[in-house]
């Protein structure tokens, strides 16, 4: 019975046709995706393609863009399909576009349809196109080599490190969108004609659209509450000196404190340990001085912060998680978010810095 089993086992064996696997050279790599709104169909899907070379010491690897208008985005790739000669591979698609008009409208179309497809990874990097995905995903700056490896590196903090970029990936952005208590953001990529592209803004979601932009300021200033340890650089004005201080560590964190009779107070507590960075004099710059320059910093930092949280209060967002945060401290359940949202009207917000600038730089 047994030799039996077996004899069958390898008739079967030998009438099975094997996986589905292609090789490499019968694959095009999708390294980046953008959807806009259409001008005639709901979607304008866009793909850029990285084309697999055979020798790795090619210093410039082959890139492609198509673009397919179609009422939903599974049909606008079907449609690709039939426009290129190989298999289209999601495996090292590492960022997503959404074009600006189309992120003023609503992503939760976009977001449900990407953490639903089985072969785009859940750390895919979301953005918001700016004027459009289309445009964003042209940019090819001189430095790179690997179709959209600048962007990627920029968006993923792998390259540089700049206080003015969010990372978000589309498992943080999943949570966030139905997360009671916390608003989504996404990082805004500016293309600046074919060659050059900036990304030093925040856009700020409720739970289906962008409401608010913050200016490459103002997104430094949600780093620093979001970040610790955010290396940049502030300004501390002294009498009529201007100077800038580098962060070498800084952290923050807020309570949330309410009582009976009042509003709720949101306190925030800020501290930054740095050095001078930039003097616009050439003033000797003492123990003194390096005091003075940490209580302009002081102030400085509290007033722009404070200015920041109002301005996110007022177009009713929460990007911190405050209510998140509350509810976590209130046991009832059932009437803890309504409590919340005839709360957050009357919010007051304190922010203290603690700014402590320990030495000059280099220069004694």
Same mark, same amino acid.
């Given at each position: 019975?047994?030799?039996?089993?077996?004899?069958?086992?390898?008739?079967?064996?030998?009438?099975?046709?094997?996986?589905?696997? &292609?090789?490499?050279?019968?694959?095009?790599?999708?390294?980046?995706?953008?959807?806009?709104?259409?001008?005639?169909?709901?979607?304008?899907?866009?793909?850029?393609?990285?084309?697999?070379?055979?020798?790795?010491?090619?210093?410039?690897?082959?890139?492609?863009?198509?673009?397919?208008?179609?009422?939903?985005?599974?049909?606008?790739?079907?449609?690709?399909?039939?426009?290129?000669?190989?298999?289209?591979?999601?495996?090292?698609?590492?960022?997503?576009?959404?074009?600006?008009?189309?992120?003023?409208?609503?992503?939760?179309?976009?977001?449900?349809?990407?953490?639903?497809?089985?072969?785009?990874?859940?750390?895919?990097?979301?953005?918001?196109?700016?004027?459009?995905?289309?445009?964003?995903?042209?940019?090819?700056?001189?430095?790179?080599?690997?179709?959209?490896?600048?962007?990627?590196?920029?968006?993923?903090?792998?390259?540089?490190?700049?206080?003015?970029?969010?990372?978000?990936?589309?498992?943080?952005?999943?949570?966030?969108?139905?997360?009671?208590?916390?608003?989504? %953001?996404?990082?805004?990529?500016?293309?600046?004609?074919?060659?050059?592209?900036?990304?030093?803004?925040?856009?700020?979601?409720?739970?289906?659209?962008?409401?608010?932009?913050?200016?490459?300021?103002?997104?430094?200033?949600?780093?620093?509450?979001?970040?610790?340890?955010?290396?940049?650089?502030?300004?501390?004005?002294?009498?009529?000196?201007?100077?800038?201080?580098?962060?070498?560590?800084?952290?923050?964190?807020?309570?949330?404190?309410?009582?009976?009779?009042?509003?709720?107070?949101?306190?925030?507590? %800020?501290?930054?340990?740095? %050095?001078?960075?930039?003097?616009?004099?050439?003033?000797?710059?003492?123990?003194?001085?390096?005091?003075?320059?940490?209580?302009?910093?002081?102030?400085?930092?509290?007033?722009?912060?404070?200015?920041? #949280?109002? &301005?996110?209060?007022?177009?009713?967002?929460?990007?911190?998680?405050?209510?998140?945060?509350?509810?976590?401290?209130?046991?009832?359940?059932?009437?803890?978010?309504?409590?919340?949202?005839? #709360?957050?009207?009357? #919010?007051?917000?304190?922010?203290?810095?603690?700014?402590?600038?320990?030495?000059?730089?280099?220069?004694?």
């Amino acid at each position: 019975m047994k030799k039996l089993l077996l004899y069958v086992g390898i008739m079967l064996l030998c009438l099975t046709t094997g996986c589905e696997y &292609k090789d490499i050279d019968r694959r095009i790599f999708v390294v980046a995706i953008g959807i806009d709104s259409g001008e005639e169909e709901d979607f304008r899907v866009s793909l850029k393609l990285a084309i697999p070379q055979g020798e790795v010491t090619k210093i410039d690897e082959k890139m492609q863009i198509i673009t397919e208008e179609s009422h939903s985005i599974s049909e606008a790739l079907r449609l690709m399909k039939s426009r290129v000669e190989k298999e289209l591979d999601y495996v090292h698609c590492k960022s997503l576009i959404i074009g600006e008009g189309l992120a003023g409208r609503d992503i939760r179309h976009v977001l449900d349809w990407a953490v639903r497809r089985r072969d785009i990874q859940l750390i895919l990097n979301f953005a918001v196109g700016r004027p459009a995905a289309l445009d964003v995903l042209k940019v090819k700056p001189p430095s790179e080599r690997i179709p959209s490896n600048s962007l990627i590196m920029a968006m993923s903090g792998q390259g540089t490190e700049s206080p003015f970029i969010a990372s978000v990936y589309s498992y943080q952005l999943m949570r966030d969108v139905y997360e009671q208590g916390k608003d989504p %953001i996404l990082p805004v990529i500016e293309a600046e004609g074919e060659t050059q592209f900036r990304i030093d803004k925040i856009a700020l979601l409720d739970k289906q659209k962008v409401q608010l932009v913050l200016n490459p300021e103002e997104s430094r200033l949600f780093n620093l509450l979001t970040r610790p340890d955010l290396r940049t650089n502030f300004p501390a004005r002294v009498d009529e000196s201007e100077f800038q201080y580098y962060t070498e560590s800084s952290k923050s964190a807020y309570k949330i404190i309410s009582s009976e009779p009042g509003a709720p107070v949101v306190r925030y507590k %800020i501290k930054i340990n740095g %050095i001078v960075e930039e003097n616009s004099t050439q003033e000797l710059i003492t123990h003194n001085l390096l005091e003075k320059i940490s209580d302009a910093g002081e102030e400085a930092l509290e007033q722009s912060v404070e200015a920041l #949280l109002e &301005k996110i209060k007022e177009k009713r967002l929460d990007p911190f998680g405050w209510g998140l945060r509350y509810g976590t401290r209130h046991w009832n359940n059932e009437t803890e978010a309504e409590d919340w949202a005839a #709360l957050f009207p009357d #919010l007051k917000l304190e922010v203290a810095a603690n700014v402590r600038i320990k030495y000059s730089g280099l220069i004694k």
